[in-house]
């Protein structure tokens, strides 16, 4: 790219990008999940690609296509999803955006269980992996570590222990309690959540916090070369 051409800021960089759910299965038939369309991480993949990085897009399930430029591992399972993260690395950054299932099925049936007249069978959980707080933590850690925080009380403050807790540079925060449709919807109003302060964005439409968080990191890689 030429010197200060900004529309291929990130030309040569390496990002890695999680989105959509996670699917837990309890049996061939059943899962557990979060909601997530992944229309904010598959926004945010195209964004970084339209300015030049050269970007993976770790997605779980989803009904929407793949974006145009990216590279895409389909994935089901959060331990599916940390094992393809890991292999993009080493990247520059990775945006974590995925709606993970914290909690998986301790046992996966291999048959569909069957109703009977006795009790519901009792499931039993186990914890997923961090896969924001494993990378962020990890030896092969990017330099530039951004996650999403989707809250409904709290938002700052538990933005604010997620950003430390997971090792992240940048929490993006996302007030979920209003009646806007955040969760599937297109618009987004979002807070970013760093070591140094709060930025509010106005409301925009997903791919508007698309490009903006796509030029933000482009600003941050930019900068100096240790985090
Ligand atoms: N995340 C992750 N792996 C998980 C859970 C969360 O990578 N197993 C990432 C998400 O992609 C997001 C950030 O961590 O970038 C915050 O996710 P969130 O669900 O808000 O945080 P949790 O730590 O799971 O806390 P809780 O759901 O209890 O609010
Ligand atoms: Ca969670």
Known sequence: ALLGDRSQALAGKRIVVTSGPTHEPIDPVRYIANRS???QGHAIAAALAAIGAEVTLVSGPVSIADPAGVSVRHVETAREMLAAVRDALPA??????AAVADWRAEETAARKLKKSADTPPALALTENPDILATIGHGPDRPRLVVGFAAETDDLLANARRKLDRKGADAIVANDVSGEDGVM???EN?????TGEGIEAWPKLDKSEVARRLAAWVAERLSGKETA
């Open 184 to 186: 599937g919807g297109v």
């Open 92 to 97: 520059d950054a990775a945006i974590f955006v």
């Open 189 to 193: 109003t979002v807070h970013i959540v």
């Open 37 to 39: 369309s992944g229309r």
